[in-house]
């Protein structure tokens, strides 16, 4: 009796590996260090021995698997499950789904990080119940999703939803690894946060963003969220400039899109009202009325889950 | 015997009615004025007369018709059929399908006008055996249809692809009828190519353009882009800049949706190369690779049959 699933979240740290039910609920789950320098098949020998840990830990058997689906943060040839790149992964050209099929002899799907926790979100967070949503994950770099007509929205060659060099600020941007600048992920990610703290913190005499870095030598951006929700202006500050520039962005993709939802998940969205005020304030300012009271911004519900749960998705239909 | 279609282009100023065959086939048409002035019903009666005046002509009867669509410049509630808002037809609020139902007793879809001409384009002129493929019609305003998997996409409450008053300048756009400044309808229209012309003509001594102004006290779009490919070089210069904001807006639209294919029609896409140059130069410098290298960007080839083909689209499964 097939009822349930083994959703895998693959990322460049941990490796989540997840036992998840037809109604998308995680009733298991393991993590892992990613063995990145270790290579593929290293990868592989983890897969194969984190699912048999999980059954065994969960008192499930193979017989009860319908399927298992994998996030891979990587450019995929989705027709034939392969990876043509996974940078954070260093791998190249691999056979995927195919390698993962002969491994577990279940019916594998693979899907992108970013698409599997719009994915997870649609079906049990935030956006349960929509069917045209974008999902946003904001920590280190920016990644999306774009749903619509409550599946994936691939595009042409499997880019679609792929925002991170997309250029939001034409003047005085930050320069970016892709070779141009001002890119949302150089201006809205994690990254941005901390290195506008850093900047910040040079020109200032007083206040405990500067009292951190001179006590620490270092900051985060997490630190600044925090100091943030405490009031501290100049962190403040830094997340409005965030929340802004975000709000317009997504009012411009809303012109397109039309969606009746957008989910912002990954670190920065733990902000709070600090980023989702001058967020929403923009998106409204920026936006046909029509559009902004048919669009709801709201944070993601899954946090580290949603990956596991939206890879759980691809197989959901195999579930008799 | 029903094997033929009605499509109907219901603009501001013309009404354009044709019998299209099931390959899409544009087999006879009739232009008229829109009598806007006259109201609704006015508009009502002349498609009765119209329809009845195009079968007689073409020699064929209600018997072949499966359906008759209409692409009209509205907001519309597509459930239902009803049109919210029709600005420049003046109407608020009308039930639209119901009432060309009970006229004509054979189906009825409706579609906003943009949206019918990508699916013109889509199903005979330049996107054909495309699934995924932005349109866009660029004349006095700017309108653009979605399509995904060969079907519009109309999001939320059916305003996707209204791109008309997506910011596209930060800083110096034109003030625009929407109380912002800097949209892509007062940046790359015809509106905005003759805004720039009537500026540039202050400022020249010489020039083929400024020789017009003087001559006939009035300039035009179509001129611009008929002294453009003449060589000169102020009207090129205009088309550049539209060309350029064009190229780094449609970049922006292809992070988030990948389209295998972006149409432009509507008066301004006959500047050929003028525009076509600079416009794809600025798109492959602010795109990714990946991108670029798989989303091609060409002029839409119905001119203005485009919307009696797709508004005859709407109802093209209906043929048994």
Redesign the interface.
Known sequence: MQKLIIGIDLGGSSCKVGLVNREGQLLHFLVKPTPVDEGYTHVLSLFQQMTEQLLQEAGNSWDEIAGIGVGVPA?LNLEKGDIVEAVNLKWKHVPFREDLERLWQVPVRVDNDSNVAALGEMWTGAGKGVS?LLCLTIGTGVG?G?I?NGQI???????????G???VR??GGRPCN?G?SGCLETEVSATAILSDALEQVQGLDTGILREEYLRTGCLTAKSVIQYAQKGDPTSLAILERVGILLG?TL???C??????LIVIGGGVSNAGDALFKPLNQAFRT?E?P??FE??TIVKAQLGNQAGMIGAAWLIHDLIP
């Open positions: 450019i045209h999306s774009v619509i929205y691939h595009g042409a060659n499997a880019s679609a939803g792929e925002i060099h997309m250029q034409e003047e892709c141009r317009k009012a411009r993709m012109y397109l899109l039309n969606p009746q920026a046909m029509r559009v048919n669009t």
